[in-house]
């Protein structure tokens, strides 16, 4: 398994992390199998998604922050629950299929990092190929 590090510049943000896992595949010379992609943080998200369009990128955090707006009183005496909860409604991980030693996405595929809680410094997420 790898580790990656990164840092993030904005409180909410999606990170295209899909060359860095193809890079570990081709790597491992794992020709068949799964690629599993998580981070451990619980306000952080690694999730699959459209890669093409920057625009829905920022639509998909507009949306979340509709349904876990930072603007309202939460019960939690943590200074985070927006961020929790978009972690917890996103997921920690994607697990995708290795073929022929890349990874198996379709045309407009993408594996993003999701920062709900930034900026951060050493923010990571892990790689493992099997």
């Given amino acids: 398994m790898r580790t990656i590090n990164l840092d993030t510049k904005y409180k909410t943000q999606m990170i295209d992390i899909t060359e860095e896992v193809q890079d570990e595949v081709i790597k491992r010379g794992i020709k068949n199998?799964?690629?599993t992609i998580f981070t451990t943080h619980t306000t952080a998200s690694?999730?699959?998604?459209e890669n093409k369009d920057p625009k829905l990128r920022r639509d998909f955090l507009a949306s979340l922050?509709?349904?876990a707006p930072s603007?309202?009183?939460y019960e939690s005496?943590?200074?985070?629950?927006?961020?929790?909860i978009k972690s917890s409604l996103c997921g920690p991980r994607v697990v995708l299929p290795v073929v022929n030693g890349q990874l198996f996405l379709?045309?407009?595929q993408g594996i993003f990092f999701c920062e709900?809680?930034?900026?951060?410094?050493?923010?990571k997420y892990h790689i493992q190929v099997i």
């Fill in 106 to 108: 379709g045309q407009w």
């Fill in 116 to 123: 709900f809680d930034g900026p951060r410094k050493g923010r």
């Fill in 77 to 84: 005496s943590d200074d985070n629950p927006p961020a929790h």
């Fill in 71 to 73: 603007d309202i009183n």
């Fill in 33 to 35: 199998g799964l690629c």
């Fill in 46 to 49: 690694v999730i699959f998604f």
């Fill in 65 to 67: 922050s509709r349904i």
